[in-house]
T-cell receptor, first 119, second 111 residues
Framework: DTGVSQNPRHKITKRGQNVTFRCDPI?????LYWYRQTLGQGPEFLTY????????KSRLLSDRFSAERPKGSFSTLEIQRTEQGDSAMYLC?????????????????FGAGSRLTVL | QQPVQSPQAVILREGEDAVINCSSS?????VHWYRQKHGEAPVFLMI?????EQKGHEKISASFNEKKQQSSLYLTASQLSYSGTYFC????????????FGQGTILTVHP
């Protein structure tokens, strides 16, 4: 148990369909992140939330992607009109300070991810 | 811009040592190291901050050369459990959890 639960773990869909992934941190955390990881690559930042507010979005997040965190706890990532290029592992993460908050030493704890395969 | 890791892959026998390097073209505030096993989440190992502070794993050490914008992860007396893909993640400022990850180094430890 990593402290972050993601569902579903695997999703196979046909091109053009919509999919939604959910992230549930076990405890309250102000900041929540979404990353995408394709095969053989490191995770790539997509977006992050400070409580309910979505504060930053990567250019990787096209108009077909939308993320929400309505109550500042769980978050959802929806992909509309999926394309084969969307096939990837979608990782959710929370951060925890390892020292004084002014030090910037925040560590990411990732969930196990939701693997999307678009046929 | 994505940091560059080297080597891309390492194969070791148990007990051998390994060094994984991470190099960035941008000024760095911190370097984070993670290990990911197949089908699992990346797991935090070590954070190195500008100014020399380090926090992390007891049996793994790392260095951070701020001037060269490089970091190295030192794995000594490797164990089978060390097998996995190692990623460095870099941060240019105190932007909390927004990391730019390298492409990864695959480490395989054989008995």
């Amino acid at each position: 148990d990593t402290g972050v639960s993601q569902n579903p773990r695997h999703k196979i869909t046909k091109r053009g369909q919509n999919v939604t992934f959910r992230c549930d941190p076990i405890s309250e955390h102000n900041r929540l992140y979404w990353y995408r990881q394709t095969l053989g690559q490191g995770p790539e930042f997509l977006t992050y939330f400070q409580n309910e507010a979505q504060l930053e979005k990567s250019r990787l997040l096209s108009d077909r992607f939308s993320a929400e965190r309505p109550k500042g706890s769980f978050s959802t990532l929806e992909i509309q009109r999926t394309e084969q290029g969307d096939s990837a592992m979608y990782l959710c993460a929370i951060d925890t300070p390892m020292g004084p908050t002014s030090s910037g030493a925040n560590v990411l704890t990732f969930g196990a991810g939701s693997r999307l395969t678009v046929l | 811009q994505q940091p560059v890791q080297s080597p891309q892959a390492v194969i070791l026998r148990e007990g051998e040592d390994a060094v994984i390097n991470c190099s960035s073209s941008k000024a760095l505030y911190s370097v984070h190291w993670y290990r990911q096993k197949h089908g699992e989440a990346p797991v935090f190992l070590m954070i190195l901050l500008k100014g020399g502070e380090q926090k992390g794993h007891e049996k793994i050490s790392a260095s951070f050369n701020e001037k060269k914008q490089q970091s190295s992860l030192y794995l000594t007396a490797s164990q089978l459990s060390y097998s996995g893909t190692y990623f460095c993640g870099t941060m240019g400022g105190t932007s909390y959890g927004k990391l730019t990850f390298g492409q990864g180094t695959i480490l395989t430890v054989h008995p």
